[in-house]
C-alpha cells in the first residue's frame, strides 16, 4: 500500500482511505468503517476501524471487532490489533 509518490503526511481523508484498504487486506471480516482517525508525531497516522466478525439474525446480535490499524507516513501499515468485541446491540458509553 506504498503510497510514495504522495506528501510526506497524507490528508486525512486519505489516511482514513488506506485503513479502510488496509483492514480489508488484512482482516477476514466484511468492513464496517473507520471511526477514528488521528496524526502520530512521526508523520504517520493511528486509525480505529470496526469489521463485522460475525453476522446475525437479527442484525443486533452481530459481533463487531474494533482494530487499531498504525499507518507510516508513506500509508504502509506499520501494525495493528484488535481492540474490543461487542455485539451491535451493545449500547457503548462513549457514543
Not at 57 to 80: C, F, H, K, M
Request: proline share 3%; hydrophobic share 35%; glycine share 8%.
Amino acid at each position: 500500500m506504498c503510497r510514495s509518490h504522495r506528501a510526506a503526511v497524507p490528508p486525512t481523508a486519505t489516511a482514513q482511505q488506506e485503513a479502510r484498504d488496509a483492514a480489508e487486506a488484512l482482516l477476514d471480516h466484511d468492513f464496517e468503517g473507520v471511526i477514528e482517525v488521528s496524526a502520530k508525531d512521526d508523520g504517520g497516522w493511528r486509525t480505529l476501524v470496526e469489521v463485522v466478525e460475525r453476522h446475525a439474525v437479527p442484525n443486533t446480535q452481530d459481533i463487531i471487532g474494533r482494530y487499531a490499524i498504525e499507518l507510516t507516513e508513506t500509508g504502509d501499515v506499520s501494525g495493528y490489533e484488535l481492540r474490543e468485541r461487542y455485539q451491535r446491540g451493545d449500547v457503548k458509553e462513549e457514543l
